[in-house]
């Protein structure tokens, strides 16, 4: 009997056939999982470059409204993007011992010598002042949820309508001085959250 069995186990064919299904199909699962892991890579890549893009469009279009662009437009709402858009790398940075001494900086020479503080510097010494006191909700896990690209987004589109609605049309937001950059750099601020918003959904 014992020696029967043996007969059976080793001549049967249904067991290698076994074998070979599950190795070929381990062998798609592998395949399968790779293929998603670069198609989410070079998704989490593009809303990188997308995210350090942005956030140096709101940087560009906050300076540039610091010093010669002038509008009438709430250009402060760039702070809040840039809080929320920010790059890890920067965010983490900025909210260290680096930010704190340029807040502490900004501070003293706002309260003891406000006479020798530029006026364009301002909106910059909010923004750092903001990176560094936000409470760790703020910072944290708003940061990482869809809640943010939705306030970026409402913040680009304002800044789009205001921008179009100042220029005095879309066609001339393209062709007056500084038009194609300010415009450009205002799209862009679209872009990222339009984009995150996309890959949360997916």
Same mark, same amino acid.
């Not at 920067?90 to 503080?117: C, D, Q, T």
């Not at 006026?119 to 949820?145: C, D, T």
């Given at each position: 009997?014992?020696?029967?069995?043996?007969?059976?186990?080793?001549? @049967?064919?249904?067991?290698? /056939?076994?074998?070979?299904?599950?190795?070929?199909? $381990?062998?798609?699962? #592998?395949?399968?999982?790779?293929?998603?892991?670069?198609?989410?890579?070079?998704?989490?890549?593009?809303?990188?470059?997308? /995210?350090? !893009?942005?956030?140096?469009?709101?940087?560009?279009?906050?300076?540039? @409204?610091?010093?010669?662009?002038?509008?009438?437009?709430?250009?402060?709402?760039?702070?809040?993007?840039?809080? &929320?858009?920010?790059?890890?790398?920067? &965010?983490?940075?900025?909210?260290? /011992?680096?930010?704190?001494?340029?807040? &502490?900086?900004?501070?003293? !020479?706002? =309260? *003891? *010598?406000?006479?020798?503080?530029?006026?364009?510097?301002?909106?910059?010494?909010?923004?750092?002042?903001?990176?560094?006191?936000?409470?760790? &909700? *703020?910072?944290?896990?708003?940061?990482?949820?869809?809640?943010?690209?939705?306030?970026? =987004?409402?913040?680009?589109?304002? $800044?789009?309508?205001?921008?179009?609605?100042?220029?005095?049309?879309?066609?001339?937001? *393209?062709?007056?001085?500084?038009?194609?950059?300010?415009? $450009?750099?205002?799209?862009?601020? =679209?872009?990222?959250?339009?984009?995150? =918003? #996309?890959?949360?959904?997916?």
């Amino acid at each position: 009997m014992g020696r029967t069995g043996y007969l059976v186990m080793k001549t @049967d064919p249904t067991s290698s /056939e076994l074998i070979n299904s599950d190795l070929k199909e $381990l062998g798609n699962a #592998v395949k399968k999982l790779a293929t998603h892991a670069m198609k989410l890579g070079s998704l989490s890549a593009g809303t990188t470059f997308l /995210e350090w !893009l942005a956030s140096f469009a709101a940087i560009y279009l906050l300076v540039l @409204d610091r010093t010669n662009w002038r509008t009438n437009m709430l250009t402060s709402l760039l702070v809040p993007y840039i809080f &929320f858009s920010l790059p890890a790398v920067l &965010f983490h940075f900025l909210r260290g /011992e680096v930010g704190k001494w340029i807040s &502490f900086v900004a501070v003293v !020479l706002r =309260l *003891f *010598f406000p006479r020798h503080f530029p006026e364009w510097l301002e909106i910059p010494g909010s923004m750092i002042l903001l990176l560094v006191v936000a409470p760790n &909700f *703020f910072a944290h896990p708003l940061r990482n949820s869809w809640i943010c690209l939705l306030i970026c =987004l409402a913040i680009g589109c304002y $800044l789009l309508q205001e921008h179009i609605r100042a220029s005095g049309g879309f066609r001339n937001s *393209f062709t007056q001085s500084h038009g194609i950059s300010n415009t $450009l750099g205002i799209i862009i601020l =679209l872009v990222y959250p339009i984009w995150g =918003l #996309v890959i949360h959904v997916m």
